[in-house]
């Protein structure tokens, strides 16, 4: 049975003693089907790892393409893994807009942690002009293909994939559950197409954005 997760990106906010404080204000009760995830800043990881509540999760909010080099202000997959934390997203919305991260920069971002025993939250999604002009399904459609490129369906077993509609972020509008959900099952359908029944029912799906 596929685990439900519940993830919190804290993107540029919360420093570590501010990210301590912060986790020790909620409480944290995840039931047996499910996983509680919290990506912090990188400055934040090693405090918090070490008052993790029982049932928690830390991710890293983005990791480099390259294994090592003159890349200033960026981080290693094998870096991440050595301070002990083992998922990081890769994809997200922000990442590609502000950073120019193109497919081909995210299926490397993939690939490279998986080579490190990284598991990796995908984050695809359509912006509002592509939404409106009815293509959200074949964005996210060619999102889907450039990253899961080449991958076994061993490797499916370490990704899950993040729907974030660049459209419901922050932007005022929101989505619907019926938006969501037929995404949802449209991004599963696409997964069933690359690697069987199987391993689509097995990859959990979860959805980012503003609702209403």
């Given at each position: 049975m596929r685990k439900q997760i519940l993830a919190g990106n804290w993107k540029?906010?919360?420093?570590?003693?501010?990210?301590?404080?912060?986790?020790?204000s909620f409480k944290f009760e995840p039931k047996n089907n499910q996983r509680i995830v919290l990506c912090p800043p990188y400055v934040s990881l090693q405090s918090m790892?070490?008052?993790?509540?029982?049932?928690?999760e830390l991710?890293?909010?983005?990791?480099?393409?390259?294994e090592q080099g003159a890349f200033t202000g960026e981080i290693a997959a094998s870096m991440i893994k050595e301070i002990g934390v083992g998922i990081t997203l890769v994809g997200h919305s922000e990442r590609r807009s502000y950073y120019n991260e193109t497919d081909?920069?995210?299926?490397?971002?993939v690939r490279k942690a998986l080579e490190h025993g990284l598991e990796v939250i995908l984050c695809v999604g359509e912006q509002l002009q592509q939404r409106e002009a009815g293509?959200?399904?074949e964005v996210v459609k060619e999102q889907i293909l450039a990253a899961l490129k080449g991958l076994t369906r061993e490797?499916?077993?370490?990704i899950h994939i993040a729907y974030e509609p660049v459209w419901a972020i922050g932007t005022g509008k929101t989505?619907?559950?019926?938006?969501a959900q037929e995404m949802n099952q449209y991004i599963r359908r696409q997964i069933e197409e690359l690697f069987g029944f199987e391993v689509a029912q097995q990859t959990s799906i979860l959805y980012g954005g503003s609702v209403n």
């Open positions: 540029m906010n919360h420093g570590p003693s501010e990210a301590l404080a912060f986790l020790h790892q070490k008052e993790l509540p029982r049932g928690v991710a890293s909010q983005n990791i480099h393409q390259e081909q920069i995210v299926a490397q971002k293509k959200a399904q490797n499916m077993e370490d989505a619907s559950s019926e938006d």
